[in-house]
């Protein structure tokens, strides 16, 4: 790789988050205390910052929070090809037919790209992609239908793809069931099951390079209604197009992090893959109604990561496998590499303002995991 940034060298990685303060000395918020204001469209920063010595209790603006810990510039989406706010919610369905057995054949199409991408501002990864995005196609399916997934292979490596769920052994991913040279195709071809929030990725040797260069994404297989009659209702509610999923604001999220000199540990992690990605654009969240979040943590060389909300609590289900939360009221849950679950929660009963979430690994947030929810009643 160019050697764009040496974030190794002590030096270049204060010169990233200098300015910082630990994730632990955020302006906490108290029942009580006074209505967070957001500045008004002609405001400046030094009416910001006047408004903030006023009032102690004001909730700091999005690059304000944390000791204004930013990175300095913003990141050229379109050059990367992929904007981290439509990652959020840009799911990859397919294309559907149905077979002569009445069930709904689904097919995807993906395929391996080498491609430079910006990670923080100025700072450049040579990442291993799926569709020349990382995290990869963010793919969703319902329970029980027929999946259909052509792999081709213009990287420059062997690669594959792996699926967590049920399949066949010729469909793992791994030497001699799926793994191709550069130039291959390959068809995966499975039931959909089970219904939960799961992951694919690259299982090629050695597995923590093509991990880590960018190879995985998000593999949602939504459960069938009619499968579950005892909780119909709430399988409803997570079926993508039923107008008891349209209720439910619904967000894809992928930790990860990345070695930018190579040398076994991590210089920048996020969601989604951009540094600050959610300080510098705020998630717009409809405080009318509840949010639903797909977390997976992908994070090569930290054996664990986390995601803490502030002043708030969810629920939690672990691997999505289940109707009903695993956790409930947690404002906070641990994940190992590829562990992941569903996060539901509400702002209803919230004033409106900016709520931060991140790992609560201080040094993963000061390194760009970090984030805001923009939470606005009707008409605000």
Not at 314 to 337: E, K, S
Request: proline content about 7%; overall charge negative; some cysteine.
């Amino acid at each position: 790789m160019t050697d764009h940034n040496d974030l190794g060298n002590p030096g270049r990685r204060a010169l990233l988050v200098g300015g910082l303060v630990a994730a632990g000395g955020a302006v906490a918020l108290a029942k009580g205390t006074p209505a967070q204001t957001a500045p008004s469209a002609g405001s400046t920063a030094g009416h910001d910052v006047a408004h903030m010595q006023a009032d102690p209790y004001a909730a700091p603006m999005p690059g304000m929070a944390h000791g204004n810990m930013m990175t300095v510039g913003r990141v050229d989406h379109a050059r990367n090809g992929f904007d981290p706010t439509l990652l959020l919610t840009d799911w990859e369905t397919g294309t559907t037919e149905l077979m002569a057995d009445g069930r709904t054949l689904r097919r995807f199409e993906v395929t391996a790209i080498d491609q430079e991408i910006e990670i923080a501002p100025g700072i450049f990864f040579p990442a291993w992609t799926f569709n020349g995005r990382v995290p990869g196609p963010a793919l969703r399916a319902k329970e029980g239908e027929r999946l259909r997934i052509t792999f081709r292979n213009n990287g420059s490596h062997p690669h594959s793809m792996h699926f967590h769920g049920l399949h066949s052994a010729r469909m793992d991913g791994v030497p001699g069931a799926g793994l191709i040279g550069p130039g291959e195709e390959f068809t995966y071809e499975f039931d959909a099951r089970p219904f939960g929030c799961h992951l694919y990725h690259c299982h090629a040797l050695p597995l923590k390079r093509h991990m880590h260069k960018g190879m995985y994404g998000l593999f949602v297989i939504d459960p069938d209604p009619a499968r579950h009659p005892a909780q119909e209702a709430v399988a409803r509610s997570r079926l993508l197009g039923t107008p008891e999923n349209a209720e439910w604001q619904e967000l894809a999220m992928v930790m990860n992090a990345f070695d930018t000199n190579f040398d076994g540990g991590n210089e920048v992690y996020a969601v989604n893959s951009i540094a600050h990605a959610y300080m510098n654009a705020p998630i717009r969240i409809d405080k009318t109604r509840p949010v639903r979040i797909y977390l997976v943590n992908v994070t090569e060389f930290d054996p664990i990561n986390s995601f803490h909300l502030h002043a708030n609590f969810f629920n939690y289900f672990d691997t999505g496998t289940t109707l009903t939360p695993t956790l409930q009221t947690v404002d906070l849950i641990m994940q190992c590499q590829a562990q992941r679950g569903i996060l539901e929660f509400s702002f209803a009963e919230h004033e409106d303002g900016m709520y931060m979430f991140h790992a609560h690994q201080s040094e993963f947030t000061e390194l760009g995991w970090v984030g805001h929810f923009d939470v606005r009643g009707p008409g605000a």
